[in-house]
């Protein structure tokens, strides 16, 4: 079946530090990748997504890149921000199973 | 356009005890799909309705059932709760629920089992 796996943390990091939360995958077919952030006490929202393979999804300064070769989409972000405190989900849908399945979640610290 | 919304937010029951929660989409959104979250198993998915019809069943006991009404609303009821119930539960909507379309998320019902 399906399965995502991403690391687990957690990550600290100081204001103004290079993020890479690393995340592979395990699909049949040709998924579609998607980045979640969770706040403390909230839902998820979609952080960024990619369906087809070398799409790069990006959104408020985060990038990844969908590497069918290698099976892996990599969260980054060039400078944190104390804000970006969260925990970060890497999830996969495949093919036509019309469910999300998830990493285990990484939380992010970042120190002013 | 109005979120996800999702009610009660809070819920506390015993066991034995059965629930309801609720769910309503986005606004012409028919894909509604439930998820449980918890610290030691994560997010797992529960159902996906779409048209009032469930595609897809996570594996989770009976005891979890789901429904959608025309107006795309979807109920979950858990019945004879358990202590491992304990959860955030939580609701996604999407268009049509294909692959490439993005799952927005309510906020979450929080269930304590005592």
């Known amino acids: 079946g399906d399965s995502v796996t991403q690391m687990e943390g957690p990550v600290t990091l100081s204001e103004e530090a290079f993020l890479t939360i690393n995340c592979t995958y395990t699909?049949?077919?040709?998924?579609?990748l998607f980045w979640y952030v969770q706040y403390p006490g909230e839902g998820l929202q979609l952080l960024l997504k990619?369906?087809?393979?070398?799409d790069k999804g990006s959104n408020k300064g985060f990038e990844a890149t969908y590497r069918k070769e290698t099976t892996s989409f990599h969260l980054e972000k060039g400078s944190v921000q104390v804000s970006d405190s969260a925990v970060y989900f890497c999830a996969l849908i495949g093919g036509s199973n019309y469910k999300l399945t998830f990493g285990k979640g990484t939380l992010l610290t970042v120190n002013p | 356009k109005a979120g996800v919304t999702q009610t009660p937010r809070y819920l506390i029951k015993t066991r034995g005890q059965q629930v309801t929660l609720s769910c309503s989409p986005i606004s012409g959104h028919r894909s509604v799909s439930w998820y449980q979250q918890t610290p030691g198993q994560g997010l797992q998915f529960l159902f996906e309705?779409?048209?009032?019809?469930?595609?897809n069943k996570g594996n989770f006991p009976g005891r979890f059932s789901g429904r959608q009404f025309s107006n795309s609303r979807s109920e979950m009821n858990v019945s004879t709760l358990e202590l491992g119930d304990s959860a955030l539960y939580l609701c996604?909507?999407?268009?049509?629920?294909?692959?490439?379309?993005?799952?927005?998320f309510g906020p979450g019902t929080r269930l304590l089992v005592l």
């Open positions: 990619a369906t087809k393979a070398d």
């Open positions: 309705y779409f048209s009032e019809t469930q595609r």
């Open positions: 996604a909507s999407s268009l049509v629920g294909l692959p490439q379309e993005t799952q927005y």
């Open positions: 699909a049949t077919g040709y998924p579609s």
